[in-house]
């Protein structure tokens, strides 16, 4: 096999045009740029309306991935327990717009990495809801509305998986309802990742009945 030296300003040309594609802007050594290439996925991400400071973070994150990811490498964003607050589950409208908000940056934050990351699933494990034993059902559904609809510019971007915890539940009835909740896809399932070989399976360890 034919062996040939690639001069410095050439990598240093190869590493600039992937900073410029994903617009992370950390060193790179030549080991760790097939990572960043096969990782990047096409496209430039849409900051407008989200603060720098979440920005700066998913860039770091999707950096950090990027730079890992080998020729089969499994990459996925999970979150979970965005307790999502109804207008009566706090009386004080700060700590109401403090839950709002911190569930409104941690989705654009996962948007922003589905943006510069090819991920291959993300997740939200449960626990959309406050679900306190004060919670009314009609807070319990608009507190799950408003959580789908952070997560709706995650699921336009990358194929996601929405299961309900265990404060996603109807306390007057002391069961999930499945109308409350629709467009989860339950307590139990799996998924099979075909080109990784890989089966996710979901489970509700909170199952009572």
């Not at 990459?75 to 307790?83: K, L, N, P, Q, Y």
């Not at 207008?87 to 709002?100: A, F, K, N, Q, S």
């Not at 194929?159 to 629709?182: E, K, L, Q, T, Y």
């Not at 075909?194 to 089966?199: E, F």
């Amino acid at each position: 096999m034919a062996e040939y030296v690639i001069q410095e300003a050439t990598m240093t040309a190869i590493a600039q045009a992937i900073r410029e594609k994903t617009g992370i802007s950390l060193k790179m050594l030549p080991g760790t740029m097939p990572g960043y290439i096969r990782g990047i996925k096409s496209g430039s991400a849409d900051t407008a309306g989200i603060p720098a400071d979440i920005v700066a973070e998913a860039k770091r994150v999707a950096s950090g991935m990027l730079s890992k990811i080998g020729s089969n490498a499994l990459t996925f964003g999970v979150m979970s327990d965005m307790h999502e607050m109804g207008d009566g589950d706090h009386t004080d409208p700060v700590i109401l717009e403090r839950y709002r908000r911190a569930n409104r940056n941690a989705c654009q934050g996962m948007r922003l990495i589905a943006d510069q990351v090819s991920l291959d699933f993300a997740a939200n494990l449960g626990d959309l809801a406050w679900g306190s034993s004060s919670t009314t059902g009609e807070d319990l559904t608009a507190s799950i509305v408003q959580a789908q609809r952070y997560m709706a510019p995650v699921m336009e971007r990358v194929d996601c998986r929405i299961v309900p915890g265990n404060h996603d539940v109807d306390f007057a009835d002391g069961f999930v309802d499945s109308r409350m909740i629709g467009g989860l896809v339950g307590s139990y399932g799996y998924q099979d990742l075909a080109q990784k070989k890989v089966r996710v399976i979901w489970l509700n360890t909170a199952d009572t009945t």
